[in-house]
């Protein structure tokens, strides 16, 4: 099992690149291909797993300020488009970057090409929960979509959750702001008529209100209409605690109390599973491409590479393109 | 000054409502007409308030489970119709609710009726923020809109905000997934090429990262995507404040913890002025309506109240009419 990994676009650096996907070397075999500046990612592997690792030297990178198709199509030293060129011309099994999310839908669909009878590739987003994760697409590619393109979304998120949460019939929800039949845009209410009349296991519409503690292991929406809700999220949840940080810091008392708390509040939080989210796939590419957050961690690498092994080794893409078939029988 | 008080649907009963009306009268000249059954009101009056309060006795109520429209047509005796109907009526120069926010609606359309030249009236909500306050419209009136109709949206709000933020040129936004020109989804992109072309202080798109922390002073939204993040933000605060206070309670030491900490975790949660948010009109109505959440304590009714009677005073719905007359001459 290869793993492409694009080194570039982290907010901190490869060097958490770097060390996450060694770390999940220790526990798993496979050979991470690193793409990136050569001498940037050499000094950081230790000479004894010089065997276990391949490099492709790209001296370019796609940063976030570019536009997606342009830099897909211009800029080929880039880590990014060699990661790309490398997966189509079958070096590895599967690819994950930190970079441009644009880009690398972009280079998914311009370089690897779309599932059949998949209309539009989705990012998807594997949401903590406190009672258990959701996989919630789409979270930012698509917007002004159609109802039928939400089933597309539907079945691939199941695909997908199968093998994630281990489970053979996964519930599908629907992003809305309500939970009632009726509720919410022409999108909503037509998403809803269709996903009743699909044979998987519908369980209507859940609110945002409730996106950090639902029973969906699917939720459905648009893109546009998931990232205001993903975005809404992090930013409260930044606020809120930066607002804690600083009650904290406040004096003396303030800061014992805070000591006396911290390993009870980061147990609590621990129960969100932040770390465990790891990376997600964009759905709809013929192969693995896995977007991890920006700001990942070393240990958040090493999840979403757990995960993408995960994901080729279960085939989820035969699974999607078994489904799509059936539909269109 | 007169101010219909609908008593009924509020979460925390009607008891909440009256002390915090009775509050307010102790600040500022007003009389208070209480909307609801007399039985349960009278006894919540001290004496020496009887001459200084008016009580339209209601025996039934319009609850969150009616259907909007239907509820208004058909429950002649709720709370709700009969404290619209008293202010059509011309008994009272406004009216407040903390009740079922369609029905609200619903009644200010088909008893009150709406703003010559505004094709639709709006929830609005003002959104706590760090830096300061925002007034967001629409959170979940109408879906499916035209760019249009959020210039209507950006124009209502600005007349609000002069009054509310006293300001001579209040900012305006849309809730966008994304800062540059050109995001988002296609009423977004519609609606910012019109908002360049008015005269307004239009400063952007706003992420809903920064939400709780923009310079917007009106953030101008569809009613789908506004309640999509509303929700989002209130789930998030929720989930997070709930692992927090389970974290406080776990042992003697977090319990010391959170003891040492109260006060300025209280402090800098003020700094987000969640009470000081209160309540908020129903824009595009031709009469001051008012929304009050349904979880407002008594504090938030007494918020509520004084920013009717601020509303009503600057008449805010004179100002809204000469620019809708401007817009179409």
Redesign the interface.
């Known amino acids: 099992m290869k793993i492409l990994i694009d080194v570039m676009g982290a907010d901190n650096g490869l060097g958490e690149i770097v060390t996450g996907s060694l770390n999940a070397l220790k526990k798993i075999e496979y050979t991470p291909i690193f793409v990136g500046p050569e001498d940037q990612i050499r000094p950081l592997i230790p000479e004894n797993l010089f065997e276990k690792i391949e490099i492709i030297d790209a001296q370019d990178v796609i940063t976030n300020e570019d536009r997606p198709a342009t830099a897909i199509r211009r800029k080929k030293d880039s880590s990014m488009v060699k990661a790309f060129n490398a997966l189509k011309d079958g070096k590895a099994n599967g690819m994950i970057s930190t970079g441009n999310t644009g880009a690398l839908l972009a280079g998914a669909s311009l370089i690897i090409g779309r599932i059949e009878n998949i209309d539009r590739a989705a990012i998807t987003l594997i949401s903590p929960g406190?009672r258990s994760n959701t996989i919630m697409l789409d979270v930012?590619a698509n917007?002004?979509i159609s109802p039928e393109l939400m089933v597309q979304f539907a079945k691939m998120g199941r695909s997908y959750a199968k093998v994630l949460f281990q489970k053979d019939d996964p519930s599908v929800g629907i992003?809305n702001?309500g939970v009632e039949e009726g509720k919410?845009?022409?999108l909503?209410r037509e998403t809803y008529d269709l996903f009743k009349n699909e044979s998987f296991n519908f369980i209507g519409n859940i609110?945002?209100?409730?996106?950090?503690?639902n029973d969906a292991d699917v939720l459905v929406t648009?893109?546009?209409?998931g990232?205001?809700?993903l975005?809404?999220?992090?930013?409260?949840?930044?606020?809120?605690?930066s607002?804690?940080k600083?009650?904290?810091s406040?004096?003396l008392?303030?800061k014992?109390?805070?000591?006396?708390?911290a390993s009870?509040?980061k147990?609590?939080?621990s129960?969100?599973d932040l770390d465990g989210t790891g990376a997600a796939p964009l759905l709809g590419s013929k192969q693995a491409v896995f977007k991890a957050h920006g700001s990942s961690n070393s240990r958040q690498i090493e999840v979403g590479i757990m995960q993408i092994i995960k994901f080729i080794e279960a085939d989820v893409i035969a699974d999607i393109k078994a489904n799509m078939e059936q539909s269109h029988e």
């Open positions: 406190l930012g917007m002004d992003l702001i919410g845009n022409n909503c609110e945002p209100y409730d996106l950090l503690d648009d893109g546009f209409a990232n205001i809700a975005k809404s999220v992090e930013g409260t949840a930044k606020t809120i605690l607002l804690l600083s009650s904290i406040k004096s008392f303030t014992i109390g805070g000591a006396l708390l009870s509040i147990e609590a939080m129960s969100l």
